[in-house]
């Protein structure tokens, strides 16, 4: 159902472009980004915001715990396997407490709980502070089955303390939202790992764009675009393949095999990571 602007029921009609869609593997849930005014009530921010439908019913995911709406934009939202969790990018400001920024631009990562409505900032430097990001290609992620593991491409590189990188190119991320293994990802106990590190160099990272993650269910296999040269001789597609899974907590994206896929800008591997689409 869509509303007006005095709360009642609407026909939805033009209510603004839908993008960034994205399903869960069971596809029982739903979510885009939309900058229309009459997917829920009370939308008066006049953002683009993140949707979910779930479970027959349409709600707001870029909102506090409290369901206050956000006060800036927020889109790119990704969905784990199991449709319990959103990722999403915002340039809010009351999402959570502690992630005041010095211009609109900036942006964080955020993960949203549907079952519990808790919300976090997962976008953090390693001193776990907001790291509060300039620029469109940053944060653009992928998320595992269970939602632990969260891929992330960011210009910058403040996120794993001992890399050395030029900050003119994207890198590739991933944040262990529970390391210690305790079921609890909102109890701020987050470890970032480099993705794009050099083979032959681990604490350097890769000269080139890796953007457009897109990782299987289980966590063992990564889809990106990039132009890295050590990687492959032209702009194209690559598909890392790490060592553990998501199904029992062991990814270890320290130990990887690089496979160039063929050229293209955008891919997206399967849920089982047996095949890749690109084009």
């Known amino acids: 159902s869509c509303f007006d602007e005095e709360g009642e029921a609407a026909i939805c009609g033009s209510t603004g472009a839908i993008d960034e869609m994205a399903t869960s593997y069971h596809g029982d849930t739903t979510v885009f980004s939309s900058s229309g005014r009459r997917f829920v009530h009370g939308d008066f921010n006049k953002e683009q915001d ?17 369901l206050e709406q956000s006060n800036g934009r927020s889109q790119q939202p990704a969905v784990s396997g199991n ?28 993960i949203k709980d549907l079952d519990t409505g808790k919300i976090a900032v997962i976008s953090r430097e390693s001193d776990q502070s907001p790291a ?15 939602g632990r593991y969260v891929f992330f491409s ?7 303390d001992g890399m050395t990188s030029p900050d003119n190119f994207n890198k590739m991320y991933m944040v262990d939202l529970d390391p210690d293994a305790n079921g609890d990802y909102f109890d701020d106990n987050y470890q970032n790992h480099a993705v794009s590190y050099r083979a ?11 953007l457009n993650a ?19 001789t032209s702009a194209g597609i690559m598909l890392f393949k790490f060592s553990g899974n998501d199904v029992d907590g062991t990814l270890d994206v320290s130990q990887r095999e690089a496979v160039f896929i063929g050229g293209g800008s955008l891919a997206r591997v399967s849920p089982r990571g047996d095949s890749v689409a690109f084009l």
């Open 83 to 110: 449709g319990r969790y959103i990722v999403f990018q915002s340039a809010a400001t009351n999402l959570v407490a502690n992630t005041e920024q010095t211009s609109s631009t900036q942006k964080n990562l955020y």
């Open 200 to 210: 032959d160099e681990e604490t350097e990272m890769l000269a080139g764009n890796m």
């Open 132 to 146: 509060n990001l300039f620029g469109s290609f940053n944060y653009l992620s992928a998320i595992t089955y269970s």
């Open 214 to 232: 897109s990782v299987s269910q289980n966590g063992k296999y990564l889809a990106f675009s990039t132009g890295v040269n050590e990687l492959t």
């Open 50 to 66: 993140v949707f979910v439908y779930r479970n027959g019913l349409l709600s707001l995911v870029s909102s506090t715990q409290d």
């Open 154 to 160: 960011a210009r910058v590189n403040r996120f794993v």
